[in-house]
């Protein structure tokens, strides 16, 4: 039965970084965004609200942060207030302006590597010591949180621990027990967390979704949830995010960071994310459903078909991230580019220990996904 999700839409003349960025014969498995259309309602919304014409100045509107707090509660079993929301124009901003608010120089902010790129460089951007911690893997190539490890990776001075939670791009969602593990080490040593959760909506079962904030009362004083719709619904493009701290403490600080720098989300922002938080629920389920069929033909294929590379079936998140060390290949990325007209994002870009890996997006419509692995099979 075909699905909404198998129709191939032309994206090349929509502003899109990921259909852009190389020659027209490459086909993009790589950016972080789906080929997909967003749901109905907020196509709706947004053609409602240009419509209007008229796009002044917005203010938050009681009915996004409502939207925001029924859609934490229902999906994610988290109570939080409309006091507790900061909105924020992206979450890498989100986490950036954690490390603004919280550290000084002198101070360090621990990264668990391989990561999204931009974790490393808040260092440099916040003037501060980066603490990296090379995530562990088990012979079979999941990586998991070893208590001894993050204990030695914490140093006198690191200050601020940012976690990835579903993560990127191993496609990991922590356990309780990892996140547990994680959260009462940064408490014992003072280390506020700063959660960046925004793959959280994107979890094949049987595995759940836990913010880190949510294990208890304690644990949430010291941390800075960053969310956001644009991943889950494919509106990344609009720029609409936030940060749920419930500690006013720590929430004065964030928003002092802000002030005169960073807005909140634009009006076109609001209006999709309300209508997505709102009305999107369906249209998120069947999207699980596709994905995890992509997820599990992509393992098949790479199983079967890609000798020399391996991997490990994401828990969540529709990033893939494919182990070619055996492949004898010199820089995989590289190779499936030029070879295979494939564009991946190289391993080494989420740090050393990405070496020789590469990540592979497949939320796009089957068809594209199937050509693009038949493209990289017959490269190699
Ligand atoms: C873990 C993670 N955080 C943040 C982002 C980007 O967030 P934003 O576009 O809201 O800055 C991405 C995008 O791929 C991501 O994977």
């Known amino acids: 039965m075909s699905s909404r999700f198998d129709q191939n839409i032309n994206r090349k003349d929509s502003d899109s970084v990921k259909w852009n960025r190389y020659a027209e014969d490459v086909l993009p498995l790589w950016v972080a965004d789906m080929d997909f259309l967003s749901p109905s309602p907020v196509i709706k919304a947004l053609c409602e609200r240009v419509q209007h014409g008229i796009f002044g100045y917005p203010e938050t509107q009681q009915s996004t942060k409502d939207a925001v707090v029924d859609w934490l509660w229902k999906e994610h079993n988290w109570s939080v207030t409309s006091e507790e929301l900061v909105f924020l124009p992206g979450v890498v901003v989100g986490f950036n302006l954690a490390a603004h608010a919280l550290t000084k120089p002198g101070q ?96 094949f079962a049987p595995h759940k979704h836990i913010p880190i904030a949510t294990l208890s009362p304690e644990v949430a004083k010291h941390t800075i949830t960053l969310l956001s719709p644009s991943k889950t619904f494919n509106i990344a493009g609009l720029k609409a995010s936030y940060a749920v701290i419930t500690n006013s403490e720590l929430r004065k600080r964030f928003i002092a960071a802000k002030q005169g720098l960073v807005g909140g989300v634009n009006l076109f922002g609001q209006a999709a994310l309300r209508a997505a938080y709102t009305n999107g629920k369906s249209w ?20 079967t078909k890609l000798d020399g590379v ?47 890996f590469v990540r592979l997006n497949f939320a796009c419509p089957r068809n594209t996904l199937q050509e693009g692995l038949d493209r990289i099979a017959h490269s190699l």
């Open 108 to 203: 360090g902010v621990l990264v668990q590597t391989p990561t999204y790129r931009p974790f490393l460089n808040v260092s440099d951007h916040a003037k501060i010591e980066q603490h990296e911690m090379p995530l562990d893997r088990t012979k079979g190539g999941k990586y998991f949180i070893h208590k001894t490890s993050f204990k030695q990776a914490i140093q006198e001075n690191t200050h601020i621990f940012m976690l990835c939670n579903p993560q990127n791009p191993t496609g990991r969602v922590f356990s309780k027990a990892e996140l547990e593990t994680m959260a009462e080490i940064c408490l014992k040593n003072n280390i506020f967390i700063c959660s960046d959760e925004i793959h959280s909506d994107i979890v």
């Open 310 to 356: 391996s991997m490990v079936s994401p828990e969540g998140t529709y990033l893939a991230w494919l182990d070619c060390r055996e492949t004898g290949l010199n820089d995989p990325q590289k190779h499936f580019l030029a070879n295979a007209k494939v564009a991946l994002n190289p391993g080494g870009w989420f740090g050393k220990p990405g070496e020789g």
């Open 284 to 303: 998120l389920e069947e999207l699980l459903t596709y994905l995890e069929n992509n997820r599990d033909f992509l393992f098949d294929f790479v199983s």
